[in-house]
């Protein structure tokens, strides 16, 4: 009865989450994030659980605080703070290129923190009540992932517009402020479970929404202007054409050899990026599609002509090449 009983808490207290963050995966239409990648997102929010159970005790322990206060007032701000670093640590990086991504990834850091929180309350608490696990599970846990969605969501927002560490500050805010709102318990557990349900959800619809919006609307419109720089370069009129017209300006600062290689490297930065985005809209459409043969050819010449032409000739390029967050991360998405 025993084994019945911590099987039923384990089950009523861990399995919302994991079904929640399924859920997200499944309603993304281009299905960006890697199970690699998401795998990854849960074993590092166990990690910041572990950590975080670890400095939230020392606190109490060391500095004789109630747990009550240090549930309400320290440990939010710490374990929001430490679930954020890995999220930032992707959009900064360019890992993931829409929100829709951004919320998914976070989300399975907070579901990897909710498994080992949960985890740890089963086995130090004995509370006979079933009732207890199924808020914790349908509460406490999901909330956890929401918040931290909710910091990927405003983050991935500003740093896209600002490019600086300033723009995670926000999102960190609102996900400790919330998370302190919910452990305060200022409204009964079942009562505060049904705000969250009829809140959550709705946000990360809308953020869903949004993404493939924006996806769509930047697949069409790049997709053009990439077509078109890679005809210019392969018609064999480039004299004639505005790029033409630009190595005329920069062709006494470069050797005929890396101006060659200059070029050479925007025609493959263009091949790379016109195919990562024939394989957004595929997946879009349903099917399953692999990057085409030789792809793995073009990253290792393109890795070449980086060295060969250094930075002053891939700054000298930038006007061509889009460096925005989402075109960043195309390549690298082709490349993984």
Request: hydrophobic fraction near 50%; glycine fraction near 6%; aromatic fraction near 10%.
């Amino acid at each position: 009865m025993q084994i019945i009983d911590l099987l039923t808490r384990f089950l009523v207290s861990l399995l919302p989450v994991v079904l929640f963050l399924i859920a997200l995966v499944y309603l993304d239409s281009y299905k960006l994030v890697h199970v690699r990648n998401l795998m990854m997102a849960i074993l590092i929010g166990c990690a910041t659980a572990l950590l975080g159970l670890v400095l939230n005790d020392s606190v109490i322990s060391h500095l004789g605080l109630d747990r009550a206060v240090v549930s309400r007032y320290v440990a939010p701000p710490v374990e929001e703070l430490l679930k954020a670093v890995w999220v930032a640590w992707l959009i900064a990086r360019k890992r993931v290129g829409f929100l829709v991504d951004a919320a998914i990834v976070a989300f399975a850091v907070g579901t990897g923190f909710a498994l080992i929180e949960n985890t740890y309350y089963i086995k130090t608490l004995h509370a006979s009540s079933v009732f207890v696990w199924i808020i914790r599970g349908l509460g406490t846990a999901v909330m956890h992932g929401g918040v931290t969605a909710l910091f990927g969501i405003i983050s991935k927002n500003l740093y896209d517009v600002s490019g600086k560490w300033t723009a995670f500050i926000p999102g960190l805010l609102v996900a400790a402020a919330l998370h302190s709102l919910y452990n305060h318990f200022i409204l009964p557990p079942v009562m505060t479970t049904i705000v969250l349900y009829a809140t959550l959800p709705a946000i990360l619809l809308f953020a869903f929404w949004r993404s493939e919006r924006a996806t769509k609307r930047w697949l069409g419109t790049q997709m053009d202007v990439d077509a078109e720089l890679l005809e210019i370069i392969t018609s064999g009129s480039i004299s004639e054409s505005r790029i033409g017209h630009y190595v005329e300006i920069i062709k006494e600062q470069f050797s005929p050899e890396v101006l060659v290689d200059m070029l050479c490297y925007l025609r493959i930065h263009v091949e790379l990026a016109i195919s990562a985005k024939g394989l957004l809209m595929m997946r879009e459409a349903g099917f399953k599609a692999s990057p085409p043969s030789g792809t793995r050819e073009q990253f290792a010449e393109l890795r070449h002509l980086e060295k060969s032409i250094g930075p002053t000739g891939r700054l000298a390029l930038a006007p061509f090449l889009h460096q925005s967050t989402r075109d960043l991360w195309q390549i690298y998405m082709l490349e993984q």
